[in-house]
């Protein structure tokens, strides 16, 4: 499944929540928003923020690299769901999801500086997930993905991406 992920600041779960329930117009529309289309929040974005940190693996995360903020209820697949067949038109199957980064993610983002972009760039292009991909459009994502980092810990806010299939 080819996911199209987009990267978002907001205050909190409940303005989320709020856009994700009224579905008038999509989150990366309503929220300042970065357009990053293969760059999952579990995968690959931790390795960004490994070379970020300057470290050699992704450390592994307590508790999941991110929170699940939409769909709401419980998962299908959870140990206390019914177990009854699987409901394809379910949200937690169709989607779009919403997860939240944590403002260790965010504050590792805030921090890239326009120096280090060739390194970084260098660095995270090495990630098998990203070897297609251009570096010129690798080192202009990791920058917006930057600013937007930065505008969300100025503003205390937090980083969200939406996953739409």
Known sequence: MDLQTDYF???????????????ERPAAEVFESVRARGIDPTVVLPRLVSALREEDAPAPVKDGPDRSVWP??????HEEAPA?????????????????????TRDALAGVQRKRLPRLTSQWARTEEVKSVERIELMKLIHQLGVLARRAQQDGQHLYCVLTA
């Open 72 to 77: 709401t209820g419980l998962q299908p697949w």
């Open 84 to 104: 009854t067949a699987v409901d394809f038109e379910d949200p937690w199957m169709t989607g779009p999801w919403v997860v939240e980064l944590s403002d260790e």
């Open 9 to 23: 600041r907001a205050a909190d779960e409940a303005a989320v929540r709020k856009v994700m329930t009224g579905g």
